[in-house]
């Protein structure tokens, strides 16, 4: 098996997708990062960065040692996921449900710039109007929060509440002097089940 990738990879700016269709983009100002003249192609001079057209791998092994020794983030960028289980409310019957949440943060400190890209459905998730509404305020944010199996969208309940929980929870483990506003979150899952804030 060959693996290979063509296109040029860099961690110029860190974006966090979702199916409730919502993006969130840091771009750091730096003048070592630049975006070339292609749409898709982002290009680094940050060394330890992987090359601009990455080489042929005999085995899966050798590119993910590759991408181990080559690839980290941006300065002022750590990630972290966490893995639990929860039980749906909606569907006891499923028993234990695996759930995984990752954590964006800014180390060095909120941004005051950032922008966002939200769904323009009729019926948003109720992360995307938590985001909406940090937009509209200008808030500085400091992190992201991203979980999966459930997407918090016409959840049955109080999904903004369960939101807000969530964004509360990171922004006090993570010590941020902004709190939970400081905070974004984003869900990918099941629709109509409420977000298991406490799992």
Not at 80 to 104: D, H, Q, Y
Not at 156 to 180: F, T
Request: glycine share 10%.
């Amino acid at each position: 098996m060959m693996f290979k990738k063509t296109i040029p990879l860099a961690l110029a700016s860190v974006v966090a997708l979702s199916a409730s269709s919502s993006a969130v983009a840091f771009i750091p100002q730096t003048s070592s990062s630049i975006i070339s003249n292609h749409p898709i192609a982002l290009r680094s001079t940050i060394e330890g960065d992987t090359d601009a057209i990455l080489p042929a791998f005999e085995t899966k092994d050798e590119y993910t040692a590759y991408l181990q020794k080559a690839g980290k983030l941006p300065d002022g960028f750590a990630v972290g996921t966490a893995k639990g289980t929860f039980v749906s409310v909606e569907a006891p019957a499923l028993g234990p449900l695996p759930i995984k949440a990752t954590v964006i943060h800014l180390t060095e400190g909120p941004a005051e710039s950032w922008a966002a890209v939200f769904t323009s459905n009729r019926f948003p998730g109720c992360p995307v109007k938590v985001g909406k509404a940090r937009l509209a305020e200008g808030k500085s944010i400091q992190a992201l929060v991203i979980n999966n199996k459930v997407s918090n969208v016409c959840p049955g309940g109080d999904g903004v509440a369960a939101a807000e929980s969530v964004c509360a929870a990171v922004a006090e483990k993570l010590n941020l002097a902004g709190g939970a506003s400081s905070v974004i979150p984003s869900s990918t899952g099941v629709i109509g089940w409420g977000l298991p804030a406490k799992e």
